[in-house]
């Protein structure tokens, strides 16, 4: 096993990797940006190394820093968390190339996996159902048109080398064809220096169902059950949970060996996400596969009892995985809801700033993977997830309620969360039946949430009243004749704790 | 002591009423028992208000007393008599005129929409900044005049700071 | 389902107990001392009840006063959690003749289980191995000798009311006994005003393994495994776990059939425990039933993933048990450590005080169960127990590395906790192999526990030394010339963020 | 500036040098890069010293730094130059006399097992108090002839009372 793991990230996921480095007693080296000087994860960390200003590109995405920084230190394998250079193969590469063992799968399955055409092919080879659609580049506007007619509309325009919904359109009818697919060209070419677009069959109001695989270099590929992320805020995914309420035993298991065979097809190594759409009929199709750790593994982790992040050590360190497909079971239900800093009241608008205090949930099936503190300035230059809340509970019911619970518990004060969002989701119907699809929260939800509530204005006014009182009481202190610490008619207020309004009944 | 309480759109008005057997606080017909204790120093104290227990953290923001209490943020500004006394021989408010659109975070501008001397319906869109990998575009509330742009496309501005003048 | 219930407890039990509530959305009554008027357990609670001065005498413990405030406020229910009156007859009898139900077994069953002598005759009745001795109770020399050459030394003498191990005595030779059995005679007397004794075999070196059962007022009787709490101090249980290290499948099915048993023969309802004492050889005796919630009942849930709360509250309420025995399994491995007031470096004296920070440990596989806060005052009247640190993971091995890293995890600071005395045993050779017993704390892990570690002592001074640094500057700013805020040969301090030393690098 | 703190039984003398690429400390031969953060207002700092990162708490009790590091607390007294050539010229420190034993936390005096004249030996125990539900005995650490006792059997105590003096 390793004895020095660079971790090439920052917030909860670099937390949540340097945990798992301590328990396997490895030691953890962290990289921050000086944006980031105060952050936790640069605290949890064994050792913690400035790699550049806060902008990125000048120090997360700095692969050659990156890679020579861990050559320095002496550290034998980097983590790539989430996000930054993650999926990014030229870091794989970098990395390879240094003889530093990247936690992930090879440069080469990155590359193919990142390639949404080759993906494609490769998949098609394997006997994988995929979106009906083309396999090939399309450039004229004819080849473009009879595509369009072959498949039927409507149809999707995507992008060879897409990502984040760059240079994808849904087209509904024939007219808007031309003049969509000259704007995706263009976006793409701008975006990805690869102006390749492709046309699918768009799949309407599909759910979006994941399975976790996890591959070792032995030959061993596990797939550990799905995840389901349908609801979604313009194509982010704001809350996940597994089992799925549309999966079938039956339907569960084609898709599990699905994933197996296409996580086997792109020979992927270590922790991956294979994405399939799910339309009306239950038919599923296959999405993309997501190289890397996801935001929302510990999802999976609480319905497996699997360390996603350990068995990622353990197998990028040559180990085989500590279990088979057989040794794989699920239990209960778990929801993540994401935690970001944005004003939900304010169209998801971010919210930096000074976290003046916060108050976590704890207790029975409640995780929190966190990467702030009180006292942290949210700066603006990441991204606006800040913390996760998992629920679990032996039924999705039960894991609801626990959520609803965790949530109430839950006060990040300072800046704006997504909060009372969850909150809102949690007591919607649709949520709660399970009956939803990727549609829901911008078609459905959001036109009817109300967003600010303030449900108990008279007990805000009477806190408010009682504090200025104090405070006006402490500022005329003779005037009014009783300060902190002194005895007024049976009242006693004990210097060493401050009471405001002096209206405590203290023990005598 | 009376006191009138301004939250949201609301005015809330209350007695607190001190005495050796406790306080107690009136709200409309209703007088209950009421105890606040603050725990250590931080900003979060206990509010026993009849049988009713809540927490409530209490961020002091210029005049504004915001209470976080059951996951919600109330924004309240508090009068007492004598403010009230002061306010009312004073008259009423200022008229608000105008409106100064100002950076709701830190970020840095990526586009106007606006010229100086257009006019801006409200809602439509003024400014666009970019902050945590987004872009977000900010709107004007009241709409009007365009007086005056402050900033420029490219410019980094920092939370609160003024961006457009619109009368 | 109840509307309403009132919590008859404080601290992190009476938090556990409002969480399930909460869940249930059942509103939530919590009763508080003058002492305990600050306390988390009070504003967690939907409603909050002062019930008398802080001495439990004339707070938790007054029956009469309690049972009227239910009734006052409309609360159908009654929690008792563990300790106070948890396992007072007389209390829930009162509760009966109220009309308020005990959220517990019946009077009847808590009285005949409380009568240890009841209780072992009862259980030889139903077959359960019993340790081997007298079932009656002695009175004069002679009988006791008699008892005891019968049974052969070395003896335990008890007291028939007994608890918390006062009127117990080992006796290894005759000469002792006439001495012991006047001395245990008298201070079982003087303790629960009964003073009558009896003679059992003494179990040396036994382990300690009970098994959590409940029982519905249907007939269900179902147990949820064993809890193995051997590692004590001076009969105090420090560290539980699931499942014993000592347990093979056949014993633990014998043990668990036992259990249910026991709980069948005394009319159990509700939650509670079957306390036996397994021997050398694997033997395993009857020693007690708890007749409430348990400490360490959070184990049990991490391993069979049930809520034990919420199923009280639900058979309570009269409904069946969501769950036969044959649905119950056991997943992985739970380790609960108790943090206690205590300061381990000189004798587990207890320490109170003002908590001024604190830092809970979180992420996966971590549970905490806390009665503080930072600002807390631990007040004097109460049990040293502060809170609960449980960890979970698929193997004991890996059980045990997460609760290193999460007692590494965890702070709190300025007053003395068990935090390094858990770290030491999460160390220990003895514990790790799973080879230990119940003297095992007392005769081979004290002797060499060392306590007092400084083990970076260089590092602190560092610190230090640039603390008073700074604020020396601070009280000098004129003569140094670089107060918080101004520039200084391109160090910038934003006023907002307090900078000790001034030499922080920060974003130009 | 140089320093020398104490803990526990050590006196560690390290240095402090400070100039516009940030702060070095030097500790017996070895000279180090350290950047000591304060995190917002709490008692919390992150310590970087060479690439070792600490998180440390710092609570100051009079002439004492308490550190915490790694769930160890460390009470740290500091001297700087000035401190110790003030000690020096003063001469060591005064010869402590006697023993004061002192309540370790509040609680019930309920046993006394000393009188005054009687002698105490080191580790022998001399007043029970009762705290927590249990009873704890305080022993004497150095021995001696006891001058005075200064609490009563039954008497409530508080955190840091005297209870017995020994000589």
């Not at chain 1, 038919?283 to 360390?307: K, M």
Request: charged letters at 30%; one cysteine or more.
């Amino acid at each position: 096993m390793f004895k020095k793991v660079l971790v090439a990230n920052r917030g909860e996921i670099a937390i949540r990797v340097i945990r798992a480095l301590r328990e396997l007693e490895i030691s953890s080296a962290a990289i921050y940006s000086e944006a980031d000087r105060s952050s936790r994860h640069v605290r949890q960390a064994d050792e913690a190394h400035l790699i550049g200003p806060p902008a990125p590109g000048e120090s997360y995405l700095k692969i050659d820093a990156i890679v020579d920084h861990a050559k320095k230190i002496g550290a034998e394998a980097i983590h790539p968390g989430y996000g930054f250079l993650a999926e990014n193969a030229g870091f794989a590469r970098a990395c390879e190339d240094a003889g530093v063992v990247f936690i992930g799968p090879s440069s080469r399955t990155i590359a193919l996996v990142g390639d949404k055409m080759e993906a494609r092919k490769t998949m098609v080879a394997a006997g994988i159902p995929v979106v009906p659609g083309g396999d090939r580049p399309l450039s004229d506007d004819d080849e473009i048109q009879a595509e369009a007619e072959r498949i039927g509309f409507p149809v999707m325009l995507k992008a060879a080398a897409g990502g984040g919904g760059k240079g994808m359109r849904a087209i509904f009818s024939k007219d808007e064809l031309a003049a969509a697919a000259r704007a995706a060209r263009s976006e793409a070419g701008s975006a990805f220096a690869d102006d390749r677009i492709y046309l699918e069959k768009l799949i309407e109001k599909p759910r979006h169902v994941e399975f976790q695989i996890i591959a070792d270099s032995h030959g061993n590929v596990v797939h550990l059950g799905e995840r389901e992320c349908s609801i979604q805020r313009r194509h982010q995914k704001l809350v996940e949970e597994s089992p799925s309420t549309a999966l079938t035993k039956s339907l569960r298991a084609k898709m599990g060996e699905a994933a197996v065979k296409a996580a086997k097809a792109s020979g992927y190594v270590n922790a991956g996400t294979i994405e399939f759409l799910l339309d009306a009929n239950r038919e599923f199709y296959f999405l993309e596969v997501n190289a890397r750790l996801q935001v929302e593994h510990p999802v999976t982790e609480l319905v497996t009892g699997i360390d996603l992040v350990r068995e990622q050590l353990r197998v990028a360190a040559g180990e085989e995985l500590s279990f088979r497909q057989l040794d794989v079971f699920h239990r209960g239900s778990a929801i993540e809801c994401r935690i970001c800093a944005e004003d939900p009241e304010n169209n998801f608008f971010p919210s930096t700033g000074l976290i003046e205090r916060m108050r976590e949930p704890a207790g029975p099936g409640v995780r929190v993977e966190s990467g702030i503190h009180a006292g942290f300035d949210v700066p603006i230059y990441y991204d606006p997830l800040v913390s996760k809340l998992l629920a679990w509970a032996p039924t999705r019911d039960q894991a609801i309620e626990r959520m609803r619970r965790a949530l109430s518990e839950y006060n990040i004060e300072g800046i704006k969360t997504t909060i009372p969002f969850h909150k809102a989701v949690m007591e919607s119907e649709a949520f709660r039946s399970g009956d939803f699809d990727t549609s829901y929260v911008d078609e459905v939800f959001f036109p009817t949430y109300t967003g600010r509530t303030l449900p108990l204005p008279e007990v805000a006014a009477v806190a408010a009243a009682l504090v200025r009182d104090a405070e006006r009481e402490e500022a005329q202190p003779l005037a009014v004749g009783a300060g902190a610490g002194t005895s007024r008619g049976g009242w006693r207020q004990p210097p060493e704790r401050r009471t405001w309004g002096g209206w405590q009944l203290h023990l005598k | 002591m009376k006191y009138q309480v301004e939250i949201a759109d609301r005015k809330i008005e209350l007695e607190v009423e001190k005495s050796d057997e406790g306080a107690k606080v009136t709200l409309g017909d209703e007088t209950q028992p009421v105890d606040l204790v603050r725990i250590g120093r931080s900003p979060v104290y206990s509010l026993l208000l009849g049988d009713k227990s809540f927490e409530v953290s209490v961020h002091r923001k210029d005049r504004i007393y915001q209470i976080v209490l059951d996951g919600s943020t109330y924004d309240a500004r508090v009068m007492d008599e004598r403010a009230l006394r002061l306010a009312a021989a004073g008259g009423g408010d200022e008229e608000v005129r105008g409106e100064v659109l100002r950076a709701p975070m830190p970020g840095i501008v990526v586009g106007i929409a606006v010229e100086v001397g257009g006019t801006v319906e409200p809602g439509e869109g003024v400014v666009t900044l970019e902050a945590m990998k987004m872009e977000n575009e900010l709107k004007s509330a009241g709409g009007g005049v365009v007086k005056e742009i402050k900033v420029e496309v490219g410019q980094g501005v920092t939370q609160g700071e003024d961006l457009v003048v619109i009368e």
